[in-house]
């Protein structure tokens, strides 16, 4: 799973098989180690959030979690359906764009 994150806006793209995994599991993590500790980490995840109602992002020291409501995932991932979008107010009059992609690559 790939992490993107640029101006306002967090984007994570999943491959096929990592888009299965999700679907099967209801969740997926990626740690990326920045230091020898585990207090040296950056941890990101997507997860199928029954208690989410729009898609939002948690963020706390070295996690980022992007919670997608249960029903929003579960015809995502099963579906033909590339992205899903949303936003959440994260200070007055500023807002974060989250987009979650299938990344299918190139089909030519």
Known sequence: ?????????????????????????????????????????????????PAA??????????CIRVLVPAAVADAWAGSEEISLRGQMEVAENQLLHILVEKDLG???
Do not use: I, N, W
């Open 1 to 49: 799973m790939k992490l993107r994150l640029e101006d306002h806006t967090l984007r994570l793209r999943l491959d096929p098989p990592e888009v299965t995994a999700f679907r099967a599991a209801g969740r997926l993590e990626t740690v990326v180690p920045l230091g020898p500790t585990a207090a040296e980490q950056l941890v990101y995840s997507l997860e199928r959030d």
């Open 106 to 108: 190139c089909k030519h």
């Open 53 to 62: 109602l729009v898609l939002t992002v948690r963020a706390t020291a070295g």
